[in-house]
């Protein structure tokens, strides 16, 4: 059974940073791309980023390049999303999620998820 669960989120003022971290038990994932998407009150999942667990691909979403950074630590079974200059605009619910499928930023593809964990940005 996989399991992930998000940490770290709160609120935060504009400008300020905040960093969610991912914990993943259940498999091996060593084959599996970690993302982490956002949800918003009346509207879609988006895509925010994703990396493989090696670290060898990541993928951003324009919206956060150069602002959002995602890492793993496979010694933790742990990917991070460290999110710096955050906007009102970040603010969204944050998913994890994984998927076996690579270079995938459509939620359809990604098999597990996670509950998700709050992040409200106050102008």
């Known amino acids: 059974q996989v399991q992930l669960v998000e940490s770290g989120g709160g609120l935060v003022q504009s400008g300020g940073s905040l960093r969610l971290a991912c914990a993943a038990s259940g498999r091996t994932f060593s084959r599996y791309v970690l993302g982490w998407f956002r949800q918003a009150p009346g509207k879609d999942r988006e895509f925010v980023a994703a990396?493989?667990?090696?670290?060898?691909?990541?993928n951003k979403a324009d919206s956060v390049m150069g602002r959002f950074t995602i890492s793993t630590n496979n010694a933790k079974d742990t990917v991070y999303l460290q999110m710096n200059s955050l906007k009102p605009e970040d603010t969204a619910l944050y998913y994890c999620a994984a998927t076996v499928s690579s270079s995938s930023r459509d939620p359809r593809d990604y098999d597990y998820w996670g509950q998700g964990t709050q992040v409200t940005v106050s102008s």
């Open positions: 990396i493989s667990w090696s670290g060898g691909w990541i």
